[in-house]
């Protein structure tokens, strides 16, 4: 039996074989082939499968989505075959004698390279494709299954931080818990983890070994432990501890339509995180009483070109249907720093976090802010939308966005297409300078949203995704709570809502606090629901505030 402990960030415990996520350009060999013929032989066999694939592919997204999702893989199939890849391939294998899976790397990088130098915006977009396909074809040629999960069972999935792009695409049905080498408790694994409902344990470094693949594992979110081949002693110990954390969910789920008061009568809001339209039914069967944040940046992470305007109408509208009159607030697109998008080609950065992100990029560019907005208002007329703007800074951010709001309601009424009157405007809490002057921020929007992830790592200067920093990254820290204390003051001052979004949310040691600082509403992955509302039923807030008021502001130098 072999105990390795990280950081639980996900709680549950689950047991299944361990799987690595296989990804084709972490694996490439290079090396020197003998037969030439023969290997472009294979290069056309691995080509011709990954056809066969895409029109797979293809039929499934007409048949989801229509024929627009459809052209993608249709483009992909035609791009497999076109003679300058081709030669360009044929070249690397014949003149150089390099290995096929070599071979296909290194041709899509040359071509992706001369797409992304074209003027056309089109063409630029190729890049991004042409990278996919050589993908597509050099994991064929090695054996690396698609979408990263070698197992026809569910597995305990371990990766060293799976991008934001891998996390959206993974098959959800086939994990039921994930390791990782790396990894913060607001990575997108951690978060994916929580809105799924399973374990997650990050942090383990290179203890987990490759040879380890296959073997049966436990692990325990709860406490962060990692047991490969547990004895039978601590298998039934896990065991009987799944079971209990079964029967404690069973049991909230008696709190299920039951208000979220405390016992000396202070109400708050408790509402849900998503990343997908699918995550909805979680947050009907968790009884959110809201989507407090829809992080739409996955359809562009989902997709390998812009989004149109018509499909992501049909995600939001699917999304605000299901909810059936409840709010749903859709942020609008977050990319950059850690979330990065081929094709849009953001320029390599030394400070990405501090560059092009977010509204940023919304604002510098229009056209992909614009097709968003018109998607979000057409969307509007199906249900109680409201929109958020993440990573502001600056009033004028903000008010340059809202005359963009105003611009594309013009274009609908012009165009007689409805939408609702009653869209919120909010915006996102996230870095220390929006909470500094956000009382002046709170008289031109409709609510504030506190994303604690962000702003927690832009007060501290700290990102919590580094091992050796896990001292300095304190999501506890007097900092952090009195800037979420000034920025609801702001709000209420102002007559507007404040809601959390951020992962602190769900923190249950500050449950009290945040009901304390009058917060209006915490927004939660589905499953964090039903915890913090027997929370704030069990708390009695007059008793707390006191003494809770008094450690935030007080001049004890302990903290
Ligand atoms: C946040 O920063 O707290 C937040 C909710 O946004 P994200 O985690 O998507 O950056
Ligand atoms: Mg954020």
Known sequence: MITIQ????????????????????????????????????????????????????????????????????????MMCVDPDYEEAIEGFIKESGLNAEAAVT?????????????DDDVFKARAADVKDISGRIAGILMGVVQGGIDSDVPVILAADELSPSEAVQLDRSRILGFVTSGGSGSGHTAILARIMGIPAIIGVGDRLKPEYEGREVIVDGGTGSVVVDADAETRERLMKKRAELIRRQELLSQLKGQPNVSRDGREIRICCNIGRPEDVRAVLENDGGGIGLFRSEYLYLNSDDYPSE?????????????????????????????????????????????????????????????TQLRALYRASAYGRLSIMFPMVTSVWEVKEARKMCEQVRKELDAEGIPYSDEVDVGIMIETPAAAVISDRLARIVDFFSIGTNDLTRYTLACDGQNNDLGRFFNTHHPAVLRLIKLVAENAHKAGIRCSICGELGADLELTETFLSLGVDELSVSPRSVLPLRQKVRETEVAAVQEKIMAELMGDEVSL
Not at 21 to 42: H, K, P
Not at 46 to 53: G, K, P, S
Not at 72 to 77: D, G, S
Not at 108 to 118: S, T
Request: with cysteine; hydrophobic share 40%; net charge negative.
């Open 310 to 370: 018509d499909s992501q109408f049909k995600a939001y509208r699917q999304v605000l249907s299901d909810m059936n009159g409840k709010e749903v607030v859709i942020r609008t697109l977050d990319i950059g720093a850690d979330k990065q998008i081929e094709y849009f080609r953001l320029p390599k950065e030394e400070n990405p976090a501090l560059g092009s992100r977010a509204l940023r990029i919304c604002l510098n560019r229009p056209e992909i802010f614009r």
């Open 6 to 77: 990280g950081q639980g960030v996900s709680s549950g415990v689950a047991a299944g074989p361990l799987s690595f996520y296989q990804r084709a350009g972490n694996l490439i060999r290079r090396y020197e082939v003998e037969d030439r013929e023969a290997e472009f032989e294979r290069f056309k066999d691995a080509r011709a499968r990954a056809i066969e694939q895409l029109g797979v592919l293809a039929e499934k997204a007409r048949e989801e989505a229509g024929d627009e999702a459809a052209m993608l893989f249709e483009t992909h199939r």
């Open 106 to 118: 290194d041709a899509g990088a040359v071509q992706a390279e001369a797409f992304a130098a074209m």
